[in-house]
C-alpha cells in the first residue's frame, strides 16, 4: 500500500522543492532535519542556494538545439550527465534501502555514485549494485591502518576514484539535531512518539529492517554490535592533525584518479594540485561544518581562473535545479556534485525517489540547454552567464 501511495506522490512532485516536501511529509522531524539541516545558524546552508541568484544566463538564439550533449568526462569516467552523486551519511536513516538503492539510481542515470566511508552497506555490497562508476569517500583516521583497509577494498571492489574529505578535523554543531535529541539510531521517546507514529510508512520500515550499522568499520573496533559506540569509535578516530604529507601518501597507495573535498580557498586549490589531486571539490560540507564560510559557487570563479585546465573543478553545495548546475559549468566547473537533492528523492520514496530527483535534474538541464542555445556542456562558457551587479 505504502508503495502506491508513495508513486502517487512522486508524479506529483515536479522538482527537487517538491521532493523535500514530499520527504518532511513521511520523515520524522529528528531524521528530516538531520538531513535538512546545517551548522549554528544555517547561514551557509542559505548562501549555498541564494547565491547562484547572483548570476544570470544569457541566452544565444537560431542555434541548433535539436540534440543536447549533457555527457562528461569525471575522475577518469565517462558520465551521461555533468553532475555526480556526492557522499552522504548512514542513508538508510532515510529509506531502509539506504546507499544500494542510491548506487542502483546512479547507474540507471548514468552518473558516478560516491560512498561515504560511514555509510550503512558495506564497500563490497555497494560495488555489486551495478557496472556505473564509484568513488569511495574517506576521512583521515588516526590510525592509518584504517585507511590502508579502506583503500584496499576499494581496488578489490574495482572503484574507479577515491575522494578525501578534509572540513571535518571535528563535527559542526548543528542545532537542529541537540534541539530534537537526535541520536543514531533514531530512538522513539515519550517526546517524540506522536511525530513518529504519523509516519507509519517510515516507521514500519525502521521496526521491520535489520538494525543499522556502520559497516565499513566494523572491522576496526569491538564495539562492532553497538550502533552507539560505533559512531562515538568514529567521531574519536578523525584526525584534526591531517597534512599535505597524509594526503601526498594516500595518493601515492591509491595509485588512480583522486579528489580532495572541502577546499574553499585559491591558495588550498593551488597546494591541493601540487600534492597531486585530479580533482578539487568546492565544499562547505553543505553547511553542516564552518557556518559564515563562503558558498561554492562564490568562490568558484576564481578557483577556475588561478587552476585552469591543470585540473578538474567539481562544485557541491546548494545545487537544486538544472540552472544551477549549468551557471556552475559556466564558471569554470567540470561538473557538480549533488547531495541533498537526491537525499530527497531518498527519503520521499526510496529507489524510486532518488530515481525521480535525477530524473528532473537531467530533464531540467536538457530543457535550460536548449532554451540557452547550447547543444553540449562542454561547450558551455562565461558568453552565457553574467554577475549580476547590486
Not at 143 to 164: E, H, M, N
Not at 293 to 310: H, K, N, W
Request: hydrophobic share 40%; net charge neutral; proline share 4%.
Amino acid at each position: 500500500m505504502f508503495d502506491y501511495i508513495n508513486s502517487k506522490i512522486l508524479s506529483r512532485c515536479h522538482s527537487i522543492a517538491d521532493l523535500r516536501r514530499a520527504a518532511k511529509r513521511r520523515l520524522p522531524r529528528a531524521v528530516f532535519d538531520y538531513m535538512d539541516g546545517a551548522a549554528e545558524d544555517e547561514v551557509t546552508l542559505y548562501r549555498n542556494q541564494a547565491d547562484f541568484g547572483r548570476y544570470e544566463l544569457l541566452p544565444h538564439f537560431l542555434v541548433d538545439v535539436g540534440n543536447i550533449d549533457l555527457s562528461v568526462k569525471v575522475l577518469g569516467a565517462d558520465l551521461g550527465v555533468p553532475f555526480i552523486l556526492a557522499p552522504t551519511g548512514m542513508s538508510r536513516l532515510f529509506h531502509h534501502t539506504g546507499e544500494k538503492s542510491v548506487a542502483r539510481a546512479a547507474h540507471k542515470a548514468g552518473t558516478l555514485y560516491s560512498l561515504s566511508s560511514v555509510a550503512t552497506t558495506s564497500i563490497e555490497d555497494t560495488a555489486r549494485t551495478g557496472a556505473a562508476p564509484k568513488m569511495l569517500q574517506l576521512y583521515v583516521w588516526r590510525d592509518r591502518s584504517i585507511l590502508k583497509d579502506f583503500i584496499q577494498r576499494a581496488k578489490a571492489s574495482g572503484y574507479t576514484a577515491l575522494c578525501l574529505t578534509v572540513d571535518l578535523p571535528q563535527a559542526g554543531q548543528r542545532e537542529r539535531d541537540l534541539k530534537n535529541g537526535f541520536t543514531v539510531p533514531p530512538q522513539i521517546r515519550l517526546s517524540n512518539i506522536l511525530d513518529t507514529m504519523m509516519r507509519p510508512d517510515w516507521l514500519l520500515d525502521f521496526l521491520t529492517s535489520p538494525r543499522m550499522k556502520l559497516e565499513n568499520v566494523l572491522t576496526h573496533t569491538d564495539a562492532a554490535q553497538n550502533l552507539f559506540s560505533v559512531i562515538d569509535y568514529t567521531t574519536r578516530q578523525f584526525d584534526p592533525t591531517l597534512t599535505w604529507d597524509d594526503m601526498a601518501w594516500m595518493i601515492d597507495e591509491w595509485g588512480g584518479p583522486f579528489a580532495i573535498k572541502g577546499i574553499l580557498t585559491v591558495d588550498d586549490a593551488r597546494r591541493a594540485v601540487e600534492t597531486g589531486v585530479s580533482a578539487v571539490i568546492l565544499s562547505n560540507h553543505g553547511g553542516r561544518q564552518l557556518d559564515h564560510a563562503p558558498s561554492p559557487i562564490s568562490v568558484l570563479p576564481e578557483v577556475a581562473d588561478a587552476l585552469g585546465d591543470r585540473v578538474e573543478i567539481i562544485l557541491d553545495g546548494g545545487v537544486r535545479r538544472g540552472t544551477d548546475v549549468i551557471k556552475a559549468l559556466c564558471l569554470g566547473a567540470t561538473a557538480v556534485m549533488v547531495g541533498r537533492a537526491y537525499l530527497f528523492g531518498l527519503g520521499a520514496g526510496g529507489e524510486a525517489g532518488v530515481d525521480r530527483a535525477l530524473e528532473l535534474l537531467s530533464a531540467e538541464i536538457r530543457r535550460n540547454m536548449a532554451l540557452l542555445g547550447c547543444p553540449s556542456v562542454q561547450q558551455l562558457g562565461s558568453k552565457y552567464v553574467r554577475e549580476i551587479k547590486s
